[in-house]
């Protein structure tokens, strides 16, 4: 089938290589021409695990390509996917500008029949409004172009997209078409060949799909961290807690591994979009509301935890080691990463901060540009060196297991904050260090030296 894509980041590359791989003629259309330059010379702008042999692949053999010209990228196309950014304002609602300016540039340019599909998440009543925008460029045009619009919201994760969206759990479309989700059940038919995938509902439940869904991810975070935080004031271990309720089938393992607060591009911007939502037909989402709030404060967590310790000596004689720049584990992607709140905190204070990130390193470097008191290193352990102290605020899997003694070795002091509760008092056996996690007990080294320097 004949596929166009308009957006090319996490989601719409993905899309569009997954798309391509089950044999689909897919054309990516981005408004960004260094990212579109960038591809067609088979390179990618984003770090994404397996995604860049699929892109090179379907590219090398045909199957997609890359433009800007949005009118040339979907002359041929059935199906155009919208997946552009919907980045938050302000207010927490969401930024429908993307979104908007290509419903327009669909509605002057489109020749014949297409499927607009929304994979962007947006909040509910876009379709009606891309559809609008749509039909209004065509009369201003006074061209009668049949269309519809329809509800596809992604549940990709990154770190994982490629995986997620060649075996989804499902695949939601919104419309009120039969056609139309036939067409799309064939276009979706590969990725779903050991059981029927295709959930169709009205328009307005799918695009509310995708945002309690995340709600729904966002609450359990912001619960566990909660009891995490209780189980430091009662003396109990959130390791413990978190098999002991997971082991209930109703409850699971996913997603209450406790930490320092929900990040990235979605969590934060859709639990906010929902909020906004609800206040705008007169409701007070008062769970969302707590969820939102109890991950601002886990984002602080680990600072604070820092300030304790160093009380009252000022941070400002302190250097600071972080591993992990990234919001999670296998991406570059660095928005509301949890790294840079603790950042922002403790150099408010002075402290500086020696970091390190697999991959998230230069977008980072771009990000902090600002800051003097952050430095950027390319080496896990040569940013240890004469530092007071390691953080650890993202879980790769390099920092899992690391050579403690080395980390002993370089640092002043035998000092770990443990954002993503890496490790434990076995690991830690005969190192001296202190150590400070989230909802554990801490270690404490009573005999913890200052390494002479
Ligand atoms: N990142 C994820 O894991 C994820 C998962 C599921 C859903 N989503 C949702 O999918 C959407 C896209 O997210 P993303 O992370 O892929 O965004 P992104 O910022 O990585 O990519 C968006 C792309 O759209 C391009 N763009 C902007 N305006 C354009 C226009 N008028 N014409 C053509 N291209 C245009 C940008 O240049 C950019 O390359 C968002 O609504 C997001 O909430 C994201
Ligand atoms: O038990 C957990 C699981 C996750 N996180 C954190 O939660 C955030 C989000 O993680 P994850 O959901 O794995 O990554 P995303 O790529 O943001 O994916 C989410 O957001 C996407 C965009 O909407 C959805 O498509 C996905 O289904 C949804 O998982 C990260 O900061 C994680 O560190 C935790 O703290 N504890």
């Not at 909020?275 to 037909?281: D, G, L, P, V």
Request: glycine letters at 8%.
């Amino acid at each position: 089938m004949n596929v166009s894509i308009v957006g090319t980041g996490y989601v719409g590359l993905v899309a569009a290589a997954c798309f391509a791989e089950m044999g689909n003629q897919v054309t990516c259309i981005d408004v960004n021409p260094t990212i579109v330059e960038q591809l067609n010379q088979g390179r990618i702008h984003i770090f994404e695990p397996g995604l860049e042999p699929l892109v090179e692949r379907n590219r090398q053999e045909g199957r997609l390509t890359f433009t800007t010209d949005l009118a040339q990228g979907m002359a041929d196309a059935l199906f155009v996917f919208n997946c552009v950014g919907t980045p938050p304002n302000g207010d927490g609602s969401c930024d429908l500008r993307y979104v908007d300016q290509v419903a327009e540039a669909i509605g002057q340019t489109m020749e014949d029949y297409k499927i607009i599909v929304n994979k962007s998440t947006v909040p509910v009543g876009t379709a009606d409004r891309v559809r609008g925008i749509i039909q209004e460029q065509l009369d201003k045009r006074q061209c009668r172009i049949e269309f519809d619009v329809v509800s596809n919201p992604e549940f990709l994760k990154e770190g994982d997209a490629v995986n997620d969206f060649l075996k989804p759990d499902r695949v939601i479309v919104g419309t009120d078409n039969v056609r139309t989700a036939k067409l799309l059940e064939t276009l979706y038919g590969p990725f779903a060949r050991s059981r029927d995938k295709m959930i169709v509902m009205g328009i307005r439940s799918a695009e509310m799909t995708k945002y309690a869904a995340n709600s729904m991810l966002a609450t359990k975070i912001s619960f566990i961290n909660e009891i995490a935080n209780l189980c430091e004031k009662v003396g109990a271990d959130i390791k413990d807690v978190r098999v002991g309720i997971g082991s209930d089938r109703r409850i699971g393992y996913h997603f209450i591994y406790p930490g320092v607060g929900y990040g990235g591009s979605c969590f934060p911007k859709d639990v906010k979009a929902l909020i906004h939502t609800a206040r705008e037909h007169g409701m007070t989402p008062e769970l969302a509301l707590s969820v939102d709030r109890v991950n601002q404060h886990q984002k602080q967590v680990l600072a604070e935890k820092i300030k304790t310790h160093f009380s009252p000596t000022p941070l400002t004689d302190k250097v600071l080691a972080i591993w992990g720049l990234a919001f999670k584990a296998n991406t570059d992607d660095i928005r509301e990463s949890a790294a840079l709140d603790t950042i922002e905190t403790l150099t408010a204070l002075g402290m500086r901060i020696r970091a390190f990130d697999p991959v998230a390193g230069d977008n980072a470097r771009t990000a902090l540009a600002e800051n003097p008191l952050v430095e950027i290193g390319q080496d896990q352990y040569s940013i240890l060196q004469n530092a007071d102290a390691l953080a650890v605020l993202t879980d790769w899997n390099q920092f899992r297991n690391p050579d403690f003694a080395r980390i002993k070795k370089q640092l002043n002091n035998p000092l770990i904050f443990d954002g993503r509760n890496l490790y434990s008092a076995t690991m830690l056996s005969g190192f001296g260090f202190t150590y400070h996690a989230i909802g554990r007990p801490p270690i404490i080294n009573p005999t913890q030296q200052t390494k002479e320097i």
